[in-house]
């Protein structure tokens, strides 16, 4: 088989580090749905999907039921998938179908998802998501009552699956107050619920944030995206741990992802020689550079050009020049070791010294999930141990 010009390998180890670690903040008893959309933020559906079901994880969240399918491809029959975004009118009665749940945050849906199911003759399974302040998707609350009105006239087709809400910026204290009349809100929907006696199987409002820091969001489930691969999702959040445990730093949350080329040529430039396209760099003295096989379209940011570095060896190699399309040239002259097709770190570990996906981040202006959300799926993943 032919090979691709790099490779991401994804760490089980610290995987269940990370979901026992996530598993001691919220309880046992609580349902962990682990966020795949953007392709498992980039860490790749297909490999991570069963790499998760390996921890006891068996719920997945998408955002749509394209992704959705690509876990239904992967997962074990027992694990449970659920929409949160986008699910067009045509793909209803295939979720019903395979028992995929789906967010409504309108009512126009419900009658939809009614005749699906009278058409499958299975149940659809809904989660309804309600307006709480993040305006973005969700129920409004002059409609909930009809809502509520249509699920238990309905109950023979559909099943109230679950109540939620997302949170519109958890991961910042700044927006606590924002938070707490989110929280409030939600609970005003839940009492409805109660008086009305239609009440979900599952409550669930907490990202990777809330329930890293906020207990009294934890309800039925938590939908954890970032945390499990290893990040924390703001320093906000990492310093709530801290002093809640009374620690100086903590090491809890582990990367679980690596990505990884080879050198694809070495050359040497004589001084004063430019390197790479224009004249953004310079060799101010004898250099020897070793040309990496990929670039932006690989999904590494051009805005590394000049800045960004490599392990070669476990040392670090600047980045020289222009990051191209396809290729970027690094600094090897002070790594006399290296030889053609030696392996490169471009994120992870390489014996002491490591590349953080925040090295990107910081100098790219990116969120490290638009950063790992974009490498292409066509990079192959694999899991080590």
């Known amino acids: 088989m032919v090979r691709h010009s790099s490779r991401i ?16 903040k919220i309880g046992e008893n609580v349902i962990v749905s682990s966020v795949v959309k953007a392709n498992a933020y980039g860490h790749g559906i297909r490999t991570f999907v069963p790499m998760a079901e390996k921890c006891g994880i068996d719920h997945f969240s998408v955002a749509s039921s394209f992704e959705a399918e690509e876990v239904l491809s992967v997962c074990s029959p027992k694990s449970r998938i659920m929409i949160m975004g986008i699910i067009y009118e045509e793909d209803i009665p295939w979720a019903i179908e395979h028992n995929i749940e789906f967010f409504v945050y309108n009512y126009e849906r419900l009658p939809q998802a009614l005749e699906a199911a009278k058409k499958t003759g299975k149940r659809a399974k809904v989660h309804i998501e309600v307006e709480t302040g993040a305006n973005r998707t969700g129920l409004p609350q002059k409609d909930f009552i009809k809502v509520l009105n249509f699920l238990k006239k309905n109950t023979e087709h559909i099943t109230f699956e679950g109540l939620c809400t997302h949170f519109g910026g958890a991961e910042s204290i700044s927006n606590q107050f924002k938070i707490d009349m989110q929280l409030k809100r939600y609970k005003a929907f839940l009492k409805q619920c109660r008086e009305k006696k239609v009440e979900p199987n599952i409550r669930h409002i907490a990202c990777s944030a809330a329930a890293l820091a906020m207990k009294d969001t934890v309800y039925d489930m938590v939908r954890i995206g970032v945390a499990q691969y290893g990040f924390w999702p703001s320093p906000d959040i990492y310093y709530a741990h801290l002093h809640e445990t009374n620690k100086k730093a903590d090491a809890s949350l582990k990367r679980i992802f690596s990505w990884k ?12 020689e430019f390197i790479g396209y224009g004249t953004s760099f310079q060799a101010t003295h004898k250099m020897t550079i070793a040309v990496m096989p990929l670039g932006y379209s690989n999904g590494y940011p051009r805005a590394l050009s000049n800045r960004g570095q490599v392990l070669i060896h476990g040392k670090k190699a600047p980045i020289v020049g222009l990051i191209n399309m396809n290729l970027f040239m690094v600094d090897i002259t002070h790594i006399k070791e290296a030889k053609l097709g030696d392996e490169v770190v471009l994120i992870g570990r390489q014996n002491n010294n490591v590349i953080n996906v925040s090295s990107f981040t910081n100098s790219t202006q990116l969120l490290n999930n638009e950063m790992l959300s974009r490498l292409p799926a066509a990079i192959p993943r694999t899991v080590v141990k």
């Not at 080329?261 to 004063?272: C, H, P, S």
């Open 9 to 24: 390998e994804l760490k089980q180890s610290a995987y269940k580090n990370n979901i026992n670690f996530i598993r001691k």
């Open 261 to 272: 080329t080879d050198i694809m040529d070495i050359r040497d430039v004589e001084q004063g």
